[in-house]
């Protein structure tokens, strides 16, 4: 069954950093895509960042580039997102997920997500 559970949200100010992590149960963490994308209210989802797990190449939003940061830990089956310099733009609900690749390719192809953890950035 696959079971994502995030934590390490919260209320943080510009500039400060945060780590998201999930916990991920054994059928989620042998997916070939495990990622983060994020949502804020009334707007769609939109991916931040993934790995291609079995080489693990990594993707980028253009966003993210520069001040996040995708990890693994396999004993621990835990993915984690690493967040520097936060801007208030970065305020969303953050939602780990899996899915099959299409090639080495992850994008647009997440099928499950956990229940999210908040990200609030104020000044």
């Known amino acids: 069954q696959v079971q994502l559970q995030e934590s390490g949200g919260g209320s943080v100010q510009i500039g400060g950093s945060l780590t998201l992590s999930c916990a991920a149960s054994?059928?989620?963490?042998?997916?070939?895509?495990m990622g983060w994308v994020r949502q804020v209210p009334g707007e769609e989802r939109e991916e931040v960042a993934w790995?291609?797990?079995?080489?693990?190449?990594?993707f980028y939003a253009d966003f993210a580039k520069g001040r996040f940061a995708i990890s693994r830990d396999s004993d621990k089956k835990t993915l984690y997102l690493q967040i520097n310099g936060l801007k208030t733009e970065d305020s969303a609900m953050y939602y780990c997920?899996?899915?099959?690749?299409?090639?080495?390719?992850?994008?647009?192809?997440?099928?499950?997500w956990g229940q999210g953890t908040q990200v609030n950035v104020s000044s």
């Open positions: 054994e059928a989620a963490y042998r997916r070939t895509c």
């Open positions: 997920a899996v899915g099959s690749a299409y090639g080495n390719q992850c994008t647009s192809r997440f099928v499950h």
């Open positions: 790995i291609y797990t079995p080489t693990t190449n990594i």
